[in-house]
């Protein structure tokens, strides 16, 4: 005997009419509540210069970012994407009250606030300084490169546009001898020393073209030939104007850098540690600097330098900029460790826990010091003398000053022995051909190394090595293959800042919400949002520009 069975009626052809609700369908303890509130405590006063008070009224801000971050969160860089979930997926359409902005939208709200985006972020740091997650005060620092949007070959090489720049010189200054115009012989007959300019050669030309309308027509095909090669060779004197106009214009764009793409010229091109081919090759991208703290990105920077010497001292400065002060402890690999950076660092009162170029070498249980190194020489520090292995003093013959790439003059006294001739040791000591050998030490930076040896050796020394490795570390690692932000999606620095920028502070978020439900896990109190949660719901006169006209809402 069979039994009838029973199930709903469906239907997806009738005519529904429902209520959505989606505010009872998501958890309490979900991460979108925690974004909703962090954004709702955020002062975004600055927002409104960016918008005007006539026309369609906008989408809010808050709603905007809101749903921005909230899909950085979840590994959504995508403009489309972003609007197929305010559309399909309930935590958007609870974040965006049932709006649907579109993707051109989207994009748009983004490069607008891609300057005041950066005070977002600082916000975002303070308020997590005010919870207690951390406390500015200890920064473990540390870099790594991600790839420009461009493609990589598009490279312009500084050594390849200086040396077609010469070329072109030499070409122009031919062809000027080439012109038998008593205009252009002036020209030649300047110093070597003069270069041509694109302003100076389109001055020629026009006194060329005019010289040449003031001319006779030709008779003869000997004139008129004459006069054909004429206007080819100026013809061919703007090619090499316009040639020349474009390598200054690339030197100009390339800066103090060594190279650029031609489709993101604010990227410079450098080696990656993500080598596919794993041949070494350069591809376009930025030097992403950056300070964690309790696996929180407490600031950030990119910069065109390949090496991270040069990026401590203006990182500092962005810290100071942001927050008022700098920090108190400053934890750094050997990438950092120069003279500059250490009296910077001293000179701020920063315990600098940064590490020198040989420290790991030194700290290895089978190491044993070079006794022919200058480094270990004895060395009077009363009488200013070294001492080499075999005995002899080596007196200070002089001092050698060299400038690094920043425009840091360093101070290198120089020691010679007073006879290495016959010396049973000087194989092993020198290879120079010359019979004494000339040491350059620089005293300054020598005293820096001695004080980050005993900072790093110490107690509190090996707490932040150790930490240093969990820090910036575990950030890049959550950042590229946990999030999947390996690349930049933007041309230029100002909108791959802008975008940095949102992922920051998505990643912020969403470290900040993994701390507090695993502290609920653990058997911690339950979350409180309560300093986070401000909602407005009536606006005032000044906030006209943001009204909730439903039936307006503009791009």
Same mark, same amino acid.
């Given at each position: 005997m069979h039994t009838k069975l029973h199930t709903k009626s469906y239907s997806n052809n009738d005519k529904l009419f429902f209520l959505l609700t989606p505010n009872e369908d998501i958890a309490e303890n979900d991460p979108v509540r925690i974004v909703d509130a /962090? /954004?709702?405590?955020?002062?975004? #006063?600055?927002?409104?210069?960016?918008?005007?008070?006539? $026309?369609?009224?906008?989408?809010?801000?808050?709603?905007?970012?809101?749903?921005?971050?909230?899909?950085?969160?979840?590994?959504?860089? #995508?403009?489309?994407?972003?609007?197929?979930?305010?559309?399909?997926?309930?935590? %958007?359409?609870?974040?965006?009250?049932?709006?649907?902005?579109?993707?051109?939208?989207?994009?748009?709200?983004r490069n607008r606030v891609k300057t005041e985006i950066n005070n977002i972020f600082t916000q975002v740091v303070l308020l997590l300084a005010e919870r207690g997650f951390i406390t500015l005060d200890v920064e473990y620092i540390d870099g790594t490169k991600i790839e420009s949007k461009a493609n990589k070959y598009t490279f312009v090489w500084r050594k390849t546009v200086?040396?077609?720049?010469?070329?072109?010189?030499?070409?122009?200054?031919?062809?000027?001898?080439?012109?038998?115009?008593?205009?252009?012989?002036?020209? /030649?007959?300047?110093?070597?020393?003069?270069?041509?300019?694109?302003?100076?050669?389109?001055?020629?030309? $026009?006194?060329?073209?005019?010289?040449?309308?003031?001319?006779?027509?030709?008779?003869?095909?000997?004139?008129?030939?004459?006069?054909?090669?004429?206007?080819?060779?100026?013809?061919e004197l703007e090619k090499h104007r316009d040639k020349l106009q474009e390598y200054d214009s690339r030197l100009e764009e390339i800066g103090d850098r060594n190279s650029m793409s031609k489709t993101d010229p604010d990227a410079t091109f450098m080696r990656m540690k993500e080598d596919a081919m794993n041949n070494g090759q350069t591809k376009p991208g930025y030097n992403l600097q950056i300070s964690a703290e309790n696996q929180f990105i407490t600031d950030f920077g990119l910069f065109p330098n390949p090496t991270d010497t040069l990026t401590l001292i203006p990182f500092f400065d962005s810290f100071l900029n942001r927050y008022g002060h700098l920090?108190?402890?400053?934890?750094?690999?050997? $990438? %950092? $460790?120069?003279?500059?950076? %250490?009296?910077?660092?001293?000179?701020?009162?920063?315990?600098?826990? /940064?590490?020198y170029n040989r420290f790991h070498i030194e700290q290895r249980p089978r190491y044993k010091p070079n006794a022919f190194h200058q480094d270990n020489f004895h060395y009077n520090a009363e009488e200013d003398y070294y001492v080499c292995p075999m005995g002899q003093h080596m007196t200070r013959i002089g001092t050698s000053h060299s400038k690094t790439a920043s425009g840091y003059i360093t101070d290198n006294a120089r020691y010679q022995a007073q006879n290495c001739k016959g010396c049973p040791l000087r194989c092993l000591c020198y290879k120079a051909k010359a019979d004494k050998r000339i040491i350059e030490v620089n005293h300054r930076l020598n005293g820096y190394k001695r004080k980050a040896r005993e900072l790093l050796t110490s107690e509190e020394g090996l707490k932040h090595r150790g930490r240093r490795c969990i820090e910036p570390e575990a950030v890049f690692g959550q950042m590229k293959f946990n999030m999947a932000y390996r690349r930049f999606r933007h041309f230029g620095k100002d909108k791959v800042t802008m975008d940095f920028a949102f992922f920051a502070i998505a990643f912020n978020i969403k470290k900040m919400c993994s701390k507090i439900t695993k502290q609920t896990k653990n058997g911690g109190n339950t979350p409180h949002f309560g300093p986070f949660i401000f909602v407005v719901r009536n606006f005032s006169p000044e906030n006209r520009i943001f009204c909730e006209d439903h039936q307006k809402s503009a791009a």
């Open positions: /962090v /954004v709702e405590s955020l002062d975004l #006063s600055e927002f409104k210069k960016l918008y005007r008070e006539r $026309g369609r009224c906008p989408y809010h801000p808050k709603m905007m970012l809101k749903i921005i971050l909230y899909a950085y969160m979840n590994n959504i860089y #995508s403009c489309r994407k972003i609007e197929r979930q305010v559309q399909r997926d309930i935590h %958007y359409i609870w974040l965006a009250a049932q709006e649907r902005p579109d993707f051109v939208t989207i994009n748009r709200f200086e040396k077609n720049r010469a070329k072109l010189q030499e070409k122009i200054r031919v062809l000027l001898q080439q012109i038998d115009e008593v205009i252009a012989h002036d020209k /030649v007959a300047e110093p070597e020393a003069v270069e041509f300019t694109p302003e100076a050669l389109t001055s020629l030309i $026009g006194d060329l073209k005019e010289a040449l309308a003031t001319e006779p027509e030709p008779r003869d095909k000997e004139q008129k030939k004459a006069r054909r090669e004429q206007k080819k060779q100026i013809k920090p108190s402890v400053a934890v750094a690999d050997s $990438g %950092y $460790g120069s003279e500059e950076n %250490y009296r910077y660092m001293d000179e701020a009162g920063i315990e600098a826990y /940064v590490k």
